[in-house]
């Protein structure tokens, strides 16, 4: 789930850089200047971008850990388990 919704995010972020991208190049302004906006947004978009990526990171290693601890605690109760029945 919070997979699905990242890619979301990340889909949503690139469209919303392309708009932009479109609506700078029909924008009356000079090269110039068109060129200097495209290269802010492009910046903004990669630290947005940066910052998602790293939050994602951030819980993927959350559930990992998580993930661990379970299957960890899973083996503890299997071989508790497996002595009770050998005697």
């Known amino acids: 789930m919070a ?37 802010d947004k492009a910046n903004e978009g990669k630290e947005v971008l940066g910052e998602h990526g790293r939050e994602l990171m951030d819980r993927g290693r959350e559930l990992y850990s998580k993930g661990k601890s379970m299957a960890d605690e899973a083996a503890d109760m299997f071989e508790r388990g497996r002595k009770l029945v050998e005697g």
């Open 3 to 39: 997979q699905e919704n990242g890619d979301k995010v990340v889909w949503f972020l690139a469209g919303a850089a392309i708009g932009a991208a479109i609506a700078l190049l029909y924008a009356p302004a000079s090269g110039e200047e068109t060129r200097a906006k495209l290269l």
